[in-house]
């Protein structure tokens, strides 16, 4: 007996549900039509009550058995047309042949402050682009980019963001056998560098409209300007510019930016093998295949310039009939990211140090810090959170004479600010979190909501995590780096 079905009349609102699916209406080239498998005995595990309210669904109805089916895909909310997106990537940099291979768009919910937003289900089953992949998700992973992708959103940087993780009652295989799960994901979009790679190669006569759609779907303006394929660009490169700014200055690790792994709304997008840097350094990598340090801490800018650079590739045909013309236009629009990135990164790292006036020597000032910290192993986080404080700690690294140097010159510079010291702690703390998802504080919860069964460690987390500011409340423990002799982290790809 086929256990899916479709809740009530396409057209009636059920718990709030009413989707659209514009992508669904592109040239099918660009996506295969794929219902999600159905699963044994779905349970809730958890619900983004906040979310589901901006989203204008009914958490009571999601939370029950009628809306936990929908969440697990035993049936659909009204509107739903299940699709699998096709799309490639370069990989390493190496290009592939990729697509949603454990993943279903189920359509776009408009919220009721009128912005439209994709809900996808992630472990739904195989799709023609599963390759050797059993389409299905493990339990911890799901809840480990629950956790993640909205510690992300409350530090106020743009991301995909979790409405609910659902239990299968099945298992999936591993390296062992782990409980499954399926992950509700929410995004301005899924379209991807990696989708118009795809379009170019496999199916140039879409290309045009999935251009057109783009415009359309996340940069109206550039429709009006004289070459929209050019303006395009130049929008995407200003807003993957701005992202990485943000990552930087939380001292955030995607682990994985492959170019399907970018999107073009520039949200933050697939939380896989990420992570957060403790100590400083620039050369920080978590991710196990990683082995050369391709998408180490510090490389990800250039990454992002690397990746942009492929989605130009791509808009070559649109931006001009001359190839040589074009490839200049598109040069030139590049450079957008670079001057963009360096303003943001510079205005973020102010922001996070109090200073009001922008001066010659402010970046000079920023790079001695980080300088320092790389040079004394010091804690990313709470170096800035610490300097938000009345006073530095006394202990190691903070006593040292470089450090004590740059400090004295730092305070100077605050107290003839208006307002001086206290005004601009102030303001610091409105932008310097006092908590990010460490590494092992986020196993610790999932090792005992996976494996035990305990899921309060990991509510208590999310509630810490949806408070970063708050440089009061939040407890000492979740501030802590891992102990000096812990094992160095690692992540996974494909769990």
């Not at 409105?430 to 909501?449: D, G, Q, S």
């Not at 305990?454 to 708050?470: I, K, N, Q, S, Y």
Request: hydrophobic content about 40%; proline content about 8%.
């Amino acid at each position: 007996m086929n256990r899916q079905t479709v809740s009530r009349k396409s057209g009636e609102r059920l718990g709030g549900w009413r989707l659209e699916h514009s992508y669904a209406r592109l040239p099918e080239p660009l996506f295969t039509r794929q219902a999600p498998v159905p699963v044994r005995a779905p349970h809730p595990c958890l619900l983004n009550t906040a979310l589901a309210l901006e989203l204008g669904v009914d958490p009571d109805f999601l939370a029950g058995p009628e809306g936990t089916a929908m969440l697990a895909g035993n049936s659909l909310p009204p509107g739903s047309e299940p699709i699998a997106q096709a799309y490639a990537g370069h990989q390493f940099g190496h290009f592939t042949m990729l697509g949603d291979g454990r993943a279903l768009l189920l359509g776009e919910q408009t919220t009721p402050d009128g912005r439209r937003c994709d809900i996808q289900l992630k472990g739904s089953g195989r799709t023609p682009y599963s390759r050797q992949g059993d389409g299905r998700a493990a339990l911890g992973p799901m809840l480990r980019e629950y956790v993640v992708s909205e510690a992300m959103h409350a530090l106020g940087i743009p991301t995909t963001r979790s409405l609910a993780v659902v239990r299968t009652g099945e298992p999936v295989l591993r390296d062992t056998v782990l409980a499954g799960a399926v992950l509700t994901r929410t995004a301005d979009s899924h379209l991807r560098v990696g989708t118009f790679e795809y379009a170019a190669r496999y199916a140039p006569a879409a290309l045009e409209s999935l251009t057109d759609y783009t415009i359309r779907r996340h940069f109206p303006v550039c429709a009006e300007a004289a070459n929209p394929a050019l303006a395009l660009l130049e929008a995407v490169a200003v807003r993957q510019a701005e992202l990485l700014a943000k990552w930087m200055h939380v001292g955030f690790v995607h682990g994985v930016m492959n170019t399907d792994n970018m999107a073009l709304s520039g949200q933050t997008i697939d939380y896989g093998p990420c992570a957060f840097m403790d100590a400083y350094h620039p050369d920080t990598v978590f991710s196990s295949i990683d082995s050369g340090g391709r998408y180490a801490y510090g490389r990800q800018p250039g990454i992002a310039m690397w990746n942009l650079a492929r989605f130009a590739d791509t808009l070559l045909p649109l931006i001009g009939d001359s190839p040589s013309r074009a490839a200049t236009q598109a040069e030139s629009a590049l450079a957008t990211f670079a001057n963009r990135f360096q303003a943001a990164w510079l205005d973020g790292a102010r922001a996070r140090l109090g200073l009001l006036a922008v001066e010659e020597g402010d970046d000079a000032m920023v790079r001695e810090l980080y300088d320092w910290m790389r040079e004394a192993k010091a804690d990313h986080t709470n170096t800035f959170a610490f300097l938000c404080g009345r006073a530095m700690p006394e202990t190691a690294p903070f006593g040292r004479p470089r450090f004590r140097s740059w400090h004295a010159r730092w305070v100077a510079r605050l107290a003839h600010q208006p307002g001086g010291l206290d005004a601009a702690r102030e303001r610091m703390r409105r932008t310097t979190p006092a908590i990010v998802p460490r590494n092992h504080i986020v196993e610790a919860a999932l090792t005992a909501a996976a494996s035990h069964d305990d899921f309060g460690p990991l509510r208590r987390l999310l509630d810490a995590l949806a408070r970063p500011f708050d440089h009061d409340g939040i407890p000492a423990a979740y501030r802590q780096p891992p102990p000096p002799d812990s094992p160095p982290y690692r992540t996974f790809c494909g769990t």
